[in-house]
Every structure is written in structure tokens, then in C-alpha cells.
């Protein structure tokens, strides 16, 4: 199983960015797929997920700010990002949860500047 994800890059405050997450190879048991981010010198946090059944958990700081979607005929799961700030600077990564597993994308970069 490989996570691509894609769609980081340089935004100034206020503005917004798409994140793509496509997953390749099947996943036995999926429990969520989700996105976190690790800004530097920071622990790595959960910014949201949606489950299988389609619930869907936002972390407070992007409460109102960032979408999760997913679309199950492409394998991919998105995160739309709007009225991003500085703190929201950070490496991206997609995370699919399964019965027994954990997959993890390889990161994307998100930098705003004020």
C-alpha cells in the first residue's frame, strides 16, 4: 500500500490550499483515513478524519477552516484548506488506519507566510 500525497506549497495568510492524498494497493479492514501535520519542533497532530462509516473529527484549530472529503472510486481522500494562517505551517501527512495497520503518506510541505 502507497500514499501519494500532493498539493503543499507557499500561500500567504488568508489564502487556501488543496491537499490530495491517493492511495494505491488494497487496505483489508480500513478504519479512517485522515490527515496530520508536524509543524517543526512540534509533535505530530491529527487536523482531521473521517471514518469508514463517515464520520468525520476536526482538530479546534481548523474547526470552520479546513474540509475532508474522500472519493472511494479514486482511492483518495482530500483536505481543502481556507483562511489558512501561520500556525497552520507544517508537513502534511495522509494516514489511513486499518484493523492491522497504520499507512502513512510521505508528507507535503504547507508554508504560509504572513
Known amino acids: 500500500v502507497q500514499l501519494q500525497a500532493s498539493g503543499g506549497g507557499l500561500v500567504q495568510a488568508g489564502g487556501s490550499l488543496s491537499l490530495s492524498c491517493a492511495r494505491s494497493?488494497?487496505?483489508?479492514?480500513?478504519?479512517?483515513m485522515g490527515w496530520y501535520r508536524q509543524a517543526p519542533g512540534k509533535q505530530r497532530e491529527l487536523v482531521a478524519r473521517?471514518?469508514?462509516?463517515?464520520?468525520?473529527n476536526y482538530a479546534d484549530p481548523v474547526k470552520g477552516r479546513f474540509t475532508i472529503s474522500r472519493d472511494n472510486a479514486k482511492n483518495t481522500v482530500y483536505l481543502q484548506m481556507n483562511n489558512l494562517n501561520f500556525e497552520d505551517t507544517a508537513v502534511y501527512y495522509c494516514n489511513i488506519v486499518a484493523v492491522n495497520a497504520n499507512y502513512w503518506g510521505q508528507g507535503t510541505l504547507v508554508t504560509v507566510s504572513s
Open positions: 494497493g488494497s487496505i483489508f479492514g480500513m478504519i479512517a
Open positions: 473521517i471514518t469508514r462509516a463517515g464520520t468525520i
